[in-house]
């Protein structure tokens, strides 16, 4: 069994997605430290007048001390602004509107917490993708450890024989505790796909919504041609 994980993120980009689409199972680690100016609140669009960056406001105080399990999201009206600026970059993409009504669904729920809202827009991507990678939750379980330690435990008690880390994992990852415990390494290399995108050169490293609603159901095929070592 193939097995990867990642903490929540907003709106995530393609990365992820093609790293869950690899995997046979995928651990939501939503009970990591909450790291401020990390994408676990934040992701950019495309517009016609350049990247526009959308963060979700949350409480700030001992974040550091925080779980992002824990964070709490501000709500006073941050969601309707993400709809707006999502309609206004996107509205003449063609498959527009085969996706942003169940987003638009999705942002309007008032969420007490960031790890919910990440967790429903993650379902609603890998639907939209056509990805049916099981997901666990590593809140419900009791993963002891640090860094390199923390992956192998968790490879262990879900029975993994294979992990794939992403590309930062090569700075931590202790490779030769995997191969003592039987589990084979993956770092992931994503060659970004190029696909047609509204206003002008190509930007990439975006949400992932930038290649649904410009690809609709062929962003699937463009994801998968991905590579991944």
């Given at each position: 069994?193939?097995?990867?994980?990642?903490?929540?993120?907003?709106?995530?980009?393609?990365?992820?997605?093609?790293?869950?689409?690899?995997?046979?199972?995928?651990?939501?680690?939503?009970?990591?430290?909450y790291q401020k100016k990390e994408y676990d609140n934040r992701n950019s669009i495309k517009t016609n007048s350049g990247i526009l960056k959308l963060s979700v406001?949350?409480?700030?105080?001992?974040?550091?001390?925080?779980?992002?399990?824990e964070i709490r999201i501000i709500n006073k009206g941050w969601?309707?602004?993400?709809?707006?600026?999502i309609k206004l970059a996107y509205q003449k993409s063609k498959y527009f509107d085969n996706y942003f009504p169940e987003l638009e669904d999705i942002l309007l729920n008032n969420y007490e917490k960031l790890t919910e809202l990440n967790y429903k827009?993650?379902?609603?991507l890998l639907k939209s993708f056509k990805i049916t990678t099981p997901i666990?939750?590593?809140?419900?379980?009791?993963?002891?450890?640090?860094?390199?330690?923390?992956?192998?435990?968790?490879?262990?008690?879900l029975k993994a024989k294979?992990?794939?880390?992403?590309?930062?994992?090569?700075?931590?990852?202790?490779?030769?505790?995997f191969i003592k415990n039987n589990i084979k390494v993956h770092f992931q290399v994503f060659n970004h796909p190029i696909y047609n995108?509204?206003?002008?050169?190509?930007?990439?490293?975006?949400?992932?919504?930038d290649l649904l609603f410009n690809e609709g159901s062929n962003s699937s095929k463009i994801l998968s041609k991905a590579n991944l070592l």
């Open positions: 069994m193939i097995l990867t994980a990642h903490q929540p993120s907003y709106l995530p980009w393609l990365g992820l997605v093609n790293k869950i689409m690899k995997a046979d199972l995928f651990c939501y680690f939503d009970c990591v430290q406001p949350v409480e700030s105080k001992n974040h550091f001390k925080k779980k992002i399990n969601n309707k602004k993400h709809i707006k600026s827009i993650l379902k609603f666990v939750k590593a809140s419900d379980y009791d993963f002891k450890g640090n860094k390199s330690s923390l992956v192998l435990d968790m490879c262990k008690q294979e992990y794939i880390f992403g590309g930062e994992g090569k700075n931590y990852a202790n490779t030769k505790e995108q509204l206003y002008g050169k190509f930007v990439p490293n975006l949400s992932s919504i």
